[in-house]
């Protein structure tokens, strides 16, 4: 092995963590801008080596400073690492090109080179969370990834940017903090933070009441930071006052990446004690799905800002992916994991086209919608195209996460869940339907209708996104064998 | 049976209390400020917890020397270094927001922002 693919797991999140303080030492937004997007394309094509590199020769444990685990701090990366680690870096590939007039449309001159620092970081510490085997490491990035993700949003230029910015900053310390009480429970009791480690040993003291406590702790707390419905009240504010470019890169992102730290602290940390068995966890989590699943929609039904619609309908759609990591089996755990790729190209791809609308409008107002199918016909089409994979029809990605969602389902005999989620997703039908009639079958107040499209930088990185959400749904013999082999390792370790 | 005992266990009451203390403020404070300091004090019942935990009576540093035989765990106690710069910044980051609000909404009280909020929509 080549130096690079060795070290391609600690790059990828050295790169853009190294790169953010240049961002400030260059001052200019321009160069900021081309570093960070010239950071962010270098980490994508990195995630890809690794990706390849994990699915031809399976985990890959790094360790750091050539200390053995569990004393040293280990990078764990396996087929679900890797597929988060490479959401992440495209995400912020696409986003980072498409950032440049956005962010000058929206946030002041002088704060530019900020922005880019910031975004940097964030990615760094997400790439950081799917990487590390370490649960306190776990920690740190989440803090890393959280505190930027805070700044980004106060950013927004409405002042209730602040406001939300604030309380999502009070409940993700929360979060974060429950997660650090659970697990100092967890070192009192077994004397180790490795996740492997602590797979072997949690076991022993499973039924005590400190694990238990612990347990609820931690999964509380990465259900804050995931918006578990009913804890979802900080996302809706935060993604629809943020700025366009960000509120696309973290509804594309850091909801995923905290699905995945859920995912690992179940699958892996907890792996031998089958949470769901043994702690009841299962019903819990299918019922807030569901709920979710349900309330987002529902909820959606009645926005009256487009970015605020969208927020809510993200809501739901973590409630399927949580759906498809309690099922359990593995073909809905492969649809969960799915559904963690899909829902990123889709709904990036969603928040890139309101980004546009913004751009041109100054608003995304549902009410400001009218004519768009005439006045910016390709955004239009990318919103049609993208709520489309949200709905789940065939021919998008939307419908290959559902289809192995309800299998799932059907493979447990729990036909009423399968049953759900396909009406879930009619209420899906409602909430785009409603933006799509006033696009194209309302006529704006003052009448104008003429051609007024957004420019081309910003329409090519969405119609990347919108294309990938596509292509992946008439052709996923990629990403289903990625995500099986993925739900593949993680059930192998919980057995 | 568990034991309750008082006097050994006095450090995590603390935390306990601490942390109580500080969710309590948070949920039911107004004032932004206040708020910031309830995630505080909570943030600082589990640095106490951790801290609490890694000690062991009579225990010193752990240091390769013959004359020393009880240590006290210093990992836990550098875990929470990283966490106490975790939440300085969490803090500074939080003022610098209610600075920002108190700017642009003229109050820093949680319930009037929420009128003058519920007003412009």
Request: proline residues 3%; hydrophobic residues 55%; contains cysteine.
């Amino acid at each position: 092995m080549t130096f690079l693919s060795l070290n391609m797991s600690v790059l990828a999140v050295i790169v853009p963590l190294m790169a953010a303080p240049i961002c400030v030492l260059l001052r200019h937004s321009g160069l900021a801008w081309a570093w960070a997007t010239a950071i962010a394309g270098i980490t994508f094509v990195l995630s890809i080596g690794l990706l390849q590199h994990i699915m031809a020769n399976g985990t890959l444990v790094y360790e750091m400073g050539g200390w053995d685990g569990p004393w040293g701090i280990v990078y764990h990366i396996d087929e679900v690492s890797a597929l988060v680690v490479m959401i992440v870096a495209a995400i912020a590939a696409v986003v980072m090109p498409y950032a440049k007039l956005s962010i000058e449309r929206e946030i002041p001159k002088e704060r530019h080179y900020l922005v880019y620092c910031m975004f940097l970081l964030c990615m760094a510490g997400l790439i950081g969370m799917a990487v590390t085997g370490d649960a306190f490491n776990l920690f740190v990035f989440l803090e890393v990834s959280s505190l930027s993700s805070y700044v980004l949003i106060s950013l927004g230029n409405d002042r209730r940017a602040l406001t939300a910015s604030l309380r999502y900053l009070i409940i993700g310390t929360l979060g974060a903090t429950f997660y650090v009480i659970g697990l100092g429970m967890i070192y009192m009791m077994t004397g180790s933070l490795n996740m492997t480690d602590l797979a072997t040993s949690l076991p022993e003291v499973q039924d005590t009441q400190t694990i238990h406590v612990a347990f609820a702790f931690v999964i509380i707390g990465f259900g804050l930071k995931l918006a578990l419905f009913p804890l979802h009240i900080w996302l809706p504010n935060a993604y629809t006052y943020a700025p366009s470019a960000v509120t696309a890169f973290l509804a594309a992102t850091a909801t995923k990446v905290a699905v995945y730290a859920m995912l690992r602290l179940i699958y892996t940390v907890f792996g031998d004690v089958n949470p769901f068995e043994t702690y009841g966890l299962r019903g819990v989590m299918i019922a807030l799905a569901l709920l979710g699943m349900f309330a987002g929609s529902l909820l959606a039904i009645f926005q009256t800002n487009v970015k605020r619609l969208l927020a809510y309908s993200s809501i739901a759609q973590v409630g399927y992916m949580v759906l498809g990591i309690s099922i359990g089996n593995a073909i809905a755990l492969e649809g969960g994991i799915i559904h963690m790729f899909n829902h990123a190209l889709m709904k990036g791809g969603l928040f890139m086209a309101m980004g546009c609308v913004f751009y041109m409008v100054g608003s995304t107002d549902l009410k400001d919608m009218a004519g768009m199918g005439k006045r910016m016909p390709l955004t239009a089409a990318a919103f049609v195209i993208g709520g489309f994979a949200l709905v789940g029809t065939p021919l998008t990605v939307g419908f290959i996460s559902k289809f192995y969602l309800v299998q799932g389902a059907l493979a447990e005999g729990w036909w009423p869940i399968a049953f759900m989620i396909m009406f879930a997703s009619l209420l899906a039908v409602i909430y785009v339907w409603r933006v799509v009639e006033v696009m194209y079958f309302q006529k704006p107040a003052d009448g104008d209708l003429s051609y007024n499209e957004a420019p081309i930088a910003m329409l090519i990185p969405t119609y990347v996104l919108i294309g990938a959400a596509v292509y992946f749904g008439t052709d996923a013999t990629l990403t289903s064998e990625i995500s099986l082999n993925a739900a593949q390792t993680l059930l192998g370790g919980s057995k | 049976m568990i034991d309750y005992a008082f006097p050994g266990l006095l450090n995590y009451w603390i935390v306990f209390l601490l942390m109580m203390i500080g969710l309590y403020i948070v949920i039911a404070h107004e004032n932004l400020i206040k708020k910031i300091v309830g995630l505080n004090v909570f943030q600082v019942s589990v640095f106490v917890f951790y801290i609490s935990m890694a000690k062991i009576k009579g225990g010193t540093a752990p240091i390769l020397a013959d004359s020393i035989e009880v240590y006290s765990n210093p990992l836990p106690h550098v875990l929470i270094l990283t966490a106490i710069v975790v939440g300085v910044a969490t803090t500074a980051l939080g003022l610098a927001l209610v600075v920002r609000i108190q700017e642009s909404y003229d109050t820093i009280e949680d319930d009037e922002i929420r009128d003058i909020e519920e007003r412009s929509d």
